[in-house]
């Protein structure tokens, strides 16, 4: 939600519903881009199958099933942050409400990731819940600057301007990069150099590059214990060195929104063959 | 405690004095975090019939109920005794049912009984063992005075809630458990693995892969399941998850299918091959009963053990520990009007008022008829169905069942119990767990202790010796 922090405007909330790929079904409800209702179809409209109360509801119903495969420590994490968000979600949200709740979703999520870090065996399951989590990640973070890069700019003559540079900033904040991104750049906030961090910088932990090596990682584990190498393994690895020999400047020159849209279809494609690999369904 | 007239029970000496130290609102406090405990953790069932799949907890009360050594030991060999005949019984009405010949049970009992199953007839289970897991439902009415109400040798429920209570308790009143000396119960899951195991199938060699069948999510038990899983380091599998590949009962994993030695199941007997029993049913697997009979598999509890608890036949269970056993039975059963003999259903129509009335099925507290607590209309419409089915019923009167203390808002209240104990069978033998699963009334003068009917649980003590 970081996203629209600079200004309130119903434009800004409509990147929102763009970035998480949800105009149709929100346009279905409402015909206007209104904070309080862009907010609530986000976060606890039942209409909305992605939203993050459904969202945990799910991964919470998942978890009761594959109760076995998880700590004790990861299972309490989940369940208790699900007893809270539904408790914090049980009615609309105000406006004034909303920064509390998103901190105690960012907050609750963190103790989840903490107990997998720290409670879980380092087996296939681990590998396959990390797979999980990067795949999803590397999605988001390639969304959301593609929709600045798409979306939110009114017209290329904003490139290089000051407003530019606010919604960049917005951006960092987004995938809370700001203090990363300031402390290794002194504060220089230019696209060229946001885009690079979030792209190819192997050092922050939502980029791309960073998400790839860790999915290459954990789909190499998987090629030992299981000693089968699938064809998930190849597109990984084409991904992966595709990241790794890529400059910003040439990503810039070839378009940024078509590498990214080129990204997020191979990604997709790699979560699919895991699946297939692996038979998740049978 | 609690008994006004006699002073504390000598059993709860040592926790009486430790109450009187207690303040009510301190324990008001610890029961509220008991709750929060147990919704943490995820212990809820799922309640039939209920609009939507809802989670509900069942009430926990933090007063033990404290059993002594000496009293446990009486009642451990009297179940120790009694579940041996069940198993003996099970063999023999699967095989030449000497039982029948001798005259000492109907045979229409048997053989029209819907949990006969026809297909384990001259088969032995893996191991012998019938009944891995029994629960057997006491109640008390005096000091060393217990009757049993129910013997549950299907898939007995309640074992995960022993463990958790008890975990629970150790949790928020550590200082108890310093000053008395309680037998442990956390050792189940694992003597649980090693009793199943005991019974795996005669080709298994190598470690005997453990797979815990459960109907789903949406079970009520399904926590349970989930919990008994992960604490014998089993798989927890479902029907879909299944398939039999090469003659022999496979897992799908994300290697492929890998074979299953043993199924500790927990759904019932219609549902475990569609092939075999109920052609519409998911929540088994096809075909496995064909492998069960090739030995190629152990199911856990054996198919068709519910002849065993059916409540027809628990009339007779007194001739069958008897003939069985060669030895009187150490536990009571309840007395008990079979409604499928005249003389008994005149005599149950005309005493409704006193007693209490069990579907011969049933299960759960479900369908029955609690006579001094039902009005004249639930009398007259209970009557009727009695009339139209009398070989469905038995009739059982109320015994003035024993008290124990629950904590209540304005401090201890005395409640009616019962007592499941839980006891592994395997060719190792008999192991009980002290103790069991306390099910408590929490209404004032309630017999009904069913967790669907309002009932809670209490951790439930076995002192040492």
Excluded at chain 1, 242 to 250: K, N, P, V, Y
Excluded at chain 2, 273 to 298: C, H, N, W
Excluded at chain 2, 389 to 399: E, F, K, S, V, W
Aim: some cysteine.
């Amino acid at each position: 939600m970081a996203l629209t922090r600079s200004s309130g405007s119903d434009e800004e909330w409509r990147s929102v519903i763009l970035t998480a790929g949800l105009r149709d079904g929100y346009e279905n409800k409402f015909d206007d881009y209104d904070a309080a209702h862009v907010v609530n179809y986000l976060l606890r409209d039942k209409a909305n199958p992605t939203s993050v109360l459904a969202m945990l509801e799910t991964a919470r119903h998942n978890a009761r099933m594959t109760r076995t495969a998880l700590t004790r420590e990861v299972w309490e994490a989940t369940n208790i942050f699900w007893m809270r968000l539904k408790d914090a979600l049980a009615r609309p949200i105000r406006e004034t409400d909303l920064p509390g709740i998103i901190a105690m979703i960012r907050q609750q999520s963190a103790q989840v990731r903490g107990a997998l870090h720290g409670s879980m065996l380092r087996i296939d399951v681990y590998n396959f819940a990390r797979l999980g989590t990067f795949l999803e990640r590397a999605d988001s973070t390639a969304r959301i600057l593609d929709v600045k890069y798409y979306v939110l700019l009114p017209s290329l003559s904003f490139v290089g301007s000051s407003l530019d540079n606010v919604q960049w900033e917005t951006i960092l904040r987004s995938v809370s990069a700001e203090h990363a991104f300031r402390w290794l750049n002194a504060g220089d906030t230019r696209p060229v150099g946001v885009a690079e961090f979030l792209i190819l910088d192997e050092r922050f932990p939502r980029s791309l590059a960073f998400c790839y090596k860790k999915l290459f990682g954990n789909l190499l584990y998987l090629e030992k214990d299981y000693a089968v190498r699938f064809p998930a393994h190849d597109l990984a690895q084409e991904i992966h060195d595709g990241l790794q020999s890529r400059s910003i400047d040439a990503i810039f020159e070839s378009g940024l929104h078509e590498f990214l849209t080129d990204f997020m279809t191979c990604n997709a494609r790699l979560a699919a063959e895991i699946e297939r690999n692996y038979r998740f369904y049978g | 405690m609690l008994h006004p007239e006699h002073g504390a029970r000598p059993a709860y000496s040592d926790y009486a004095a430790w109450f009187d130290g207690q303040q009510l609102a301190g324990l008001r406090r610890k029961a509220e975090e008991a709750d929060a405990v147990f919704r943490r953790t995820g212990i809820t069932f799922n309640v039939y019939g209920a609009n939507e799949a809802e989670e509900r907890l069942i009430p926990f009360d933090i007063v033990p109920r404290i059993i002594n050594a000496k009293e446990w030991s009486r009642l451990s060999r009297g179940i120790e005794q009694r579940v041996k005949a069940i198993n003996a019984f099970l063999h023999d009405i699967y095989h030449r049912q000497e039982i029948v010949r001798a005259g000492r049970i109907p045979e229409a009992l048997i053989a029209k009984n819907s949990a006969f199953l026809p297909a384990m007839i001259g088969f032995t289970p893996p191991g012998g063992t019938y009944t891995h897991i029994v629960g057997i439902d006491l109640v008390r009415t005096g000091p060393d005075e217990f009757y049993v109400l129910e013997d549950n040798a299907r898939t007995p429920s309640g074992v995960s809630y022993m463990l958790e209570n008890r975990e629970t308790m150790m949790n928020m009143f550590p200082e108890l458990f310093s000053a008395i000396r309680v037998r442990e119960v956390s050792s189940y899951p694992k003597n649980l693995r090693r009793s199943l195991e005991a019974c795996a199938p005669a080709g298994c060699d190598g470690k005997p892969v453990l797979g815990v069948l459960t109907p789903g999510i949406f079970n009520s038990a399904y926590f349970e399941h989930a919990f008994l899983a992960d604490q014998m380091g089993a798989e927890l599998v479902e029907g879909h998850d299944l398939r039999i590949i090469d003659g022999r009962v496979a897992m799908r994993t994300t290697q492929g299918f890998k074979p299953i030695d043993i199924l500790y199941r927990r759904v019932d007997d219609d549902f475990l091959d569609p092939m075999t029993f109920r052609p519409e049913s998911q929540l088994g697997v096809p075909g496995i009963m064909d492998l069960y009979r090739a030995g190629k598999v152990t199911i856990a509890n054996a198919p068709g053990t519910g002849i065993a608890d059916d409540k027809a036949i628990y009339s007779y269970m007194p001739d069958i520990v008897e003939f069985y056993t060669g030895e009187k039975p150490l536990l009571a059963n309840v007395p008990t009007w079979r409604c499928a003999e005249p003389d008994s259903l005149k005599y149950v129509l005309d005493h409704l008022k006193e007693l209490v009335v069990k579907e011969v099925h049933g299960s759960g507290g479900y369908g029955m008829l609690v006579g001094p607590a039902a009005s004249k209309a639930e009398i007259d419409a209970f009557s009727k169905k009695l009339k139209a089915r009398p070989g469905n019923y038995i009739a059982q009167p109320t015994l003035a069942l024993s008290t124990v203390p629950v904590l209540t808002k304005s401090g201890l209240a005395p409640r009616h119990v019962d007592l499941r104990p839980f006891v592994l069978y395997s060719p190792n033998g008999i192991e009980i767990t002290p103790g069991g699963l306390t099910r408590v009334a929490l209404k004032k003068g309630s017999l009904v202790v069913n967790s669907s009917q309002g009932g809670g649980t209490k951790d439930s003590w076995v002192l040492e010796d």
